[in-house]
């Protein structure tokens, strides 16, 4: 039971990694309150380019009538594409998305001042006030803010840019515009223009509906691959597990069957106890999945995010309750074969 409720547990952790982690960077994208998004040329959904695009960029985009305000950032990846230091013109984002939620501390007031999101904080056990090593130095944590909006860890871009000797680049550039209703229309308007027809120019919904399990690039196919080696995993393991107790109830079956029992009765009997195994198994994973939840929200919120899905659960279960009865196909068929005389001399 308890190796069911393992493959159970792997395969709805596997899969709630997946959905989290794509709904976090989901929440975070369309939590700035952009219209519309433009990324460099060449760059996928799900990555992030250095600092190719100019500042110049932003001022341009400004002067076009219909757009209320232009907000560029620089993005320097920590580890992994969901960790990362933004660099903002801080008055700027607080005038385009409303600005941060300060949990403790408050916004920089230096070049080496920086703020991070509650799960960074948890994760590195920092708090208002501490040092945190980025870029090979030292830089002060002057607040800790609410997640949800771009990134874990913020500066000021100029400093970044001076950093990372980008200077005057941007990564990417969000449009608020006076008139959302009309943001297809400008989305439009923008591909069209011979200066921007390499770059990637979304509007935000179209932007984060890319941000899926069904359209982020090889995520499908992960999930796939996962799945189906829980199944192996879990047919090896119900099969030997299978294999082992019907040896052990030799003498059981032996009893059994010299008592009358056909081989259809043993084979039954034997499948009941798999798919009673698998369903209490499966519920125990469920529970199991919960724990590995609180276990990576807790310790490690920052680089990974977990999330509980529900339609996975009918699945995942019927997935180990078809494996245990294919792993126990053949056990069974041993079990009924077996002569009772032989059966009852088993030591």
Request: aromatic share 10%.
């Amino acid at each position: 039971m308890f190796a069911i409720a393992i493959q159970v547990n792997l395969m709805l952790v596997l899969v709630g990694l997946s959905y989290g982690m794509l709904s976090d960077f989901q929440r975070r994208s369309s939590g700035v309150g952009a219209d519309i998004i433009i990324r460099p040329p060449g760059t996928a959904v799900l990555g992030m380019s250095a600092a190719p695009m100019k500042a110049a960029w932003v001022t341009y985009f400004e002067s076009r009538p219909e757009v209320a305000m232009a907000l560029g950032i620089t993005v320097h990846n920590l580890e992994g594409f969901l960790n990362s230091v933004t660099g903002i013109d801080i008055q700027r984002f607080n005038s385009f998305s409303g600005g941060f939620r300060f949990l403790s501390g408050g916004p920089w007031k230096n070049p080496d001042d920086l703020v991070v999101d509650e799960y960074y904080a948890q994760q590195n056990k920092l708090k208002a006030g501490d040092t945190l090593k980025i870029l090979n130095r030292p830089m002060y944590v002057s607040g800790i803010v609410e997640s949800g909006k771009m990134s874990r860890v913020f500066m000021d871009i100029h400093r970044l840019q001076d950093l990372t000797s980008n200077p005057d680049k941007l990564s990417q550039i969000y449009i608020k515009l006076k008139d959302p209703s009309r943001t297809i229309a400008v989305v439009q308007s923008l591909m069209n223009t011979p200066e921007l027809k390499d770059y990637k120019i979304y509007s935000m919904q179209e932007f984060t509906s890319l941000i899926s399990i069904d359209k982020a690039p090889g995520v499908k196919p992960f999930l796939g691959v996962i799945v189906g080696l829980s199944v192996v995993i879990g047919f090896l393991v119900v099969f030997l597990s299978l294999y082992t107790a019907v040896l052990e109830r030799t003498r059981e079956i032996g009893i059994l069957k010299s008592l009358g029992a056909s081989p259809l009765f043993i084979v039954n009997l034997l499948f009941r106890e798999t798919i009673a195994l698998s369903v209490v198994g499966g519920i125990v994973g469920i529970g199991l999945s919960y724990v590995s939840h609180w276990i990576i929200m807790t310790l490690i919120p920052a680089s990974i995010q977990m999330q509980i899905v529900y339609e996975w659960w009918p699945i995942s279960t019927s997935i180990a309750i078809g494996a245990s009865l294919i792993g126990a196909l053949y056990p069974g068929w041993k079990a009924a074969k077996q002569d009772a005389i032989e059966a009852l001399a088993y030591e």
